[in-house]
Nanobody, 120 residues
Framework: QVQLQESGPGLVKPSQTLSLTCTVSGGSITTNDYFWSWIRQPPGKGLEWIGWIDYNGSMNYNPSLKSRTSISRDTSKNHITLQLSSVTPDDTAVYYC????????????WGQGTLVTVSS
């Protein structure tokens, strides 16, 4: 069974860079047919897709966040990493690591999510 676990600081100061890691177990991040996404949900708001990295290491980002976002991977550790720079309080949200199943066209595994608060 595939499991995704987000980790990282729960508090980040404004203007700093938010860094989160998604540890994947039970499956390889290089397996064909799966993209690895970051999605967030600000308090009281809907889900927002941040971006993904695919099984080949190609990335795609939400245009509204692209200038501040970097998603990378470490295949030796089976990790996916999110970095979001120049954060503001508007970036406060629960951040989720999610697997997209290309063949089925749906998200099939979610991490439990981690709350990141941007505050001085």
């Amino acid at each position: 069974q595939v499991q995704l676990q987000e980790s990282g600081p729960g508090l980040v100061k404004p203007s700093q860079t938010l860094s989160l890691t998604c540890t994947v177990s039970g499956g390889s991040i290089t397996t064909n047919d799966y993209f690895w996404s970051w999605i967030r949900q600000p308090p009281g708001k809907g889900l927002e897709w941040i971006g993904w990295i695919d099984y080949n290491g190609s990335m795609n980002y939400n245009p509204s966040l692209k200038s501040r976002t970097s998603i990378s991977r470490d295949t030796s550790k089976n990790h996916i990493t999110l970095q979001l720079s120049s954060v503001t309080p508007d970036d406060t949200a629960v951040y989720y690591c999610v697997r997209w199943w290309v063949h089925e066209g749906r998200y099939d595994h979610w991490g439990q999510g981690t709350l990141v608060t941007v505050s001085s």
